[in-house]
């Protein structure tokens, strides 16, 4: 009663983490969460990679393991092997040892990090993001004291790139602003430029100075010899979600400055958790040393890709075989784990009160957390969201 947080008011739910909560507490046999963007098999289950399985397995049975605090950089081997990831095999910026990479707690972790280090660190305190963008991003850089603003991305009677408005924007930018970029698979929208596209956007930042954050993975674009930022997250490549498992890499001009970021960095983090995890990073390491499990794990990441592209036509032939009104086509066009139906949030919110299907406001649905058998009930759902005003 007396309580001196008393005036604390009720927060809201994560737009995105909340869904999984509300999915929770449906007591429907047939609820469905396509909220988070969390790959689940044919059966709707979690699933746990074969070859992370087998990398925990080795690193169980080895009894040298010991439980010793990280440095404040993580596993430097793990440091090391997500850079060529990211930046490939034969990246330039390896081998003239400009990359300075600290593993981080997930995507999530990374762009943090990487915000808290422009705040202290770079003369420009303007963040571009995609219109729209993943939820949290605006959050992320805004709490590390960054100013965030937009640039146009997606154009909703399209359905497609708003090219014209993303050049127009970056190109009104300050310069040396920072951009972020979704590396691939754009969330929420599915929607990515082409190569060429990729080219000119490379110019654009280039001549204008202006300094990409990469969020995730695209080879190629990151190795035009500019300086730039990865945030890098194995949460859905590798299925590690809850270990938090991921790497901040910032590609420099020179070693000698990538040496003084690298120091930088360590001041940035030991304050924030001291030293990251490391059971996750060790699996992650186990898997991308091993040529054999890194082609079994490309295997394994490719036939999860496959169930999502199966999905999406599943979905796209039983609204066409309603007849629900309407262009679908968007379905099987996007790409990565998530769809932008173009449903509204009313509609949004009938589905979830009449159909139990829960998935976020805006009208994104996780084509991971479909299956053969729950497409027939979101088809429904949709149809009768669609056509139920009309
Ligand atoms: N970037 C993007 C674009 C992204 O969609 C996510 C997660 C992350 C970073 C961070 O993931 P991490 O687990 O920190 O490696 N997106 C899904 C989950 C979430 O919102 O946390 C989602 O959009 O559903």
């Known amino acids: 009663?007396?309580?001196?947080?008393?005036?604390i008011v009720q927060a809201p739910e994560d737009p995105i983490l909340g869904v999984t909560v509300?999915?929770?507490?449906?007591?429907?046999?047939?609820?469905?969460?396509?909220g988070v963007g969390a790959y689940r098999?044919?059966?709707?289950?979690?699933?746990?990679?074969?070859?992370?399985?087998?990398?925990?397995?080795?690193?169980v049975n080895d009894q040298s393991r010991v439980k010793e605090y990280l440095p404040i950089l993580g596993?430097?081997?793990?440091?090391?092997?997500?850079?060529?990831?990211?930046?490939?095999?034969?990246?330039?910026?390896?081998?003239?040892?400009r990359v300075a990479t600290a593993q981080c707690l997930s995507g999530t972790g990374s762009l943090r990090v990487g915000a808290e280090f422009l705040a202290k660190h770079y003369h420009e305190r303007t963040?571009?993001?995609?219109?729209?963008?993943?939820?949290?991003?605006?959050?992320?850089?805004?709490?590390?004291?960054?100013?965030?603003?937009?640039?146009?991305?997606?154009?909703?009677?399209?359905?497609?790139?708003?090219?014209?408005?993303?050049?127009?924007?970056?190109?009104a930018a300050p310069a040396g602003a920072v951009v972020l970029l979704h590396a691939c698979a754009h969330n929420p929208t599915g929607v990515d430029p082409t190569v060429e596209q990729w080219e000119q956007i490379r110019q654009l930042i280039r001549s204008k100075g202006l300094l990409p954050f990469f969020d995730?993975?695209?080879?190629?674009?990151?190795?035009?010899?500019?300086?730039?930022?990865?945030?890098?997250?194995?949460?859905?490549?590798?299925?590690?979600?809850?270990?938090?498992?991921?790497?901040?890499?910032?590609?420099?001009?020179?070693?000698?400055?990538?040496?003084?970021?690298?120091?930088?960095?360590?001041?940035?983090?030991?304050?924030?958790?001291?030293?990251?995890?490391?059971h996750g990073a060790s699996i992650a390491s186990t898997i991308l040393k091993n040529s054999d499990m890194y082609n079994e794990w490309k295997i394994e990441l490719k036939a999860m890709a496959d169930r999502i592209i199966s999905m999406r036509k599943q979905l796209f032939d039983a609204l066409t075989a309603k007849g629900t009104p309407g262009d679908w086509s968007h379905i099987v066009k996007q790409i990565g784990m998530f769809?932008?139906?173009?449903?509204?949030?009313?509609?949004?919110?009938?589905?979830?009160?009449?159909?139990?299907?829960?998935?976020?406001?805006?009208?994104?649905?996780s084509m991971a957390g479909l299956s053969s058998s729950t497409v027939p009930h979101l088809a429904d759902a949709i149809h009768a969201a669609v056509t139920r005003a009309s």
């Open 1 to 7: 009663m007396d309580s001196v947080f008393a005036a």
């Open 22 to 34: 509300a999915y929770n507490k449906d007591q429907s046999p047939v609820k469905l969460n396509l």
């Open 41 to 59: 098999t044919e059966e709707g289950k979690p699933l746990v990679l074969n070859v992370v399985r087998k990398a925990e397995q080795l690193l």
């Open 75 to 97: 596993l430097a081997e793990f440091n090391k092997l997500s850079a060529k990831l990211i930046l490939g095999d034969d990246s330039p910026a390896i081998q003239e040892n």
């Open 127 to 171: 963040i571009y993001i995609p219109q729209p963008s993943w939820g949290n991003h605006l959050k992320v850089f805004t709490m590390a004291g960054l100013s965030v603003k937009t640039y146009g991305y997606y154009d909703p009677t399209t359905l497609g790139l708003n090219f014209q408005g993303l050049l127009e924007d970056l190109g």
């Open 216 to 278: 995730s993975a695209y080879q190629g674009f990151a190795s035009d010899g500019g300086e730039c930022f990865i945030a890098q997250s194995y949460a859905k490549n590798m299925g590690l979600y809850g270990e938090r498992v991921g790497a901040l890499s910032i590609v420099c001009k020179a070693a000698d400055v990538a040496g003084r970021v690298e120091s930088q960095l360590k001041l940035v983090i030991r304050p924030m958790y001291s030293n990251p995890p490391i």
């Open 339 to 365: 769809t932008f139906t173009g449903l509204n949030s009313d509609q949004v919110a009938f589905m979830t009160k009449e159909y139990h299907i829960y998935m976020t406001s805006d009208g994104r649905i």
